[in-house]
């Protein structure tokens, strides 16, 4: 049971829009802990996709987009591309284990 | 650029030791915090272990509380995670990755190295 929580699986068809939930608590999301988004394709390391919530790293297209409010925060992926099939995991740090806490992940298939 | 290269991953006994070593390229790593995430076969990314820069806090993930040490040494650009009375559930691909700092976010990994725990 990851501390953060994460659809299992989305999907979307080209070009379409898709968003990726990530539900905390008061120890960490809720307490303004910055929310990081990593995209996994097969057989890869992670990779940052957004940090601060809502900042892209150089060379991530703008087609991904982070927002966060209250105890949540969502990652938005707009006009799909079959690249963009992989896993995706937020992460934030929680003050009551001391220590960063992923998401369990949510595997994304394009259509 | 920017390369981690871990290395010593195996096959390892339960109840036995390994440690892990990532060789960092590209910057020095004495600017930044550096943690090891892990990944069991076919599961989602676990947090371990964070090291500050100076090597002066480390934090770690309840599951490896007391059995795992993380360190650094800055002259070799080098990490490490020594892992002590290893169990069925710690078998896993172990990343090395860089911070900026000690709870925010990860900007690099390395392509990881496996760890399988099993008689």
């Known amino acids: 049971q990851s501390v953060l929580t994460q659809p299992p699986s989305v999907s979307g068809a080209p070009g379409q829009r898709v968003t990726i939930s990530c539900t905390g608590s008061?120890?960490?999301?809720?307490?303004?802990?910055?929310v990081n988004w990593y995209q996994q394709l097969p057989g890869t390391a992670p990779k940052l996709l957004i940090y601060?919530?809502?900042n892209r790293p150089s060379g991530v297209p703008d087609r991904f987009s982070g927002s966060k409010s209250g105890t949540s925060a969502s990652l938005a992926i707009s006009g799909l591309q079959a690249e963009d099939e992989a896993d995706y995991y937020c992460?934030?740090?929680?003050?009551?284990?001391?220590?960063?806490?992923f998401g369990g992940g949510t595997k994304l298939t394009v259509l | 650029q920017v390369q981690l290269v871990e290395s010593g991953g195996g096959v390892v006994q339960p109840g036995r030791s390994l440690r892990l070593s990532c060789a960092a390229s590209?910057?020095?790593?004495?600017?930044?915090?550096m943690h090891w995430v892990r990944q069991a076969p076919g599961k989602g990314l676990e947090w371990v272990a964070v090291?500050?820069?100076?090597?002066?806090?480390?934090y770690y993930a309840d599951s490896v509380k007391g059995r795992f040490t993380i360190s650094r040494d800055n002259s070799k650009n080098t990490l490490y995670l020594q892992m002590n009375t290893l169990r069925a559930e710690d078998t896993a691909v172990y990343y090395c990755?860089?911070?900026?700092?000690?709870?925010?976010?990860?900007?690099?990994w390395g392509q990881g190295t496996l760890v399988t725990v099993s008689s």
């Open positions: 990755a860089r911070g900026p700092g000690l709870h925010g976010y990860i900007s690099y």
């Open positions: 590209g910057f020095t790593i004495s600017s930044y915090a």
């Open positions: 090291i500050s820069n100076d090597g002066s806090n480390k």
């Open positions: 008061s120890s960490n999301i809720g307490a303004g802990y910055d």
């Open positions: 601060g919530d809502s």
């Open positions: 992460q934030s740090y929680d003050n009551s284990l001391s220590g960063s806490v």
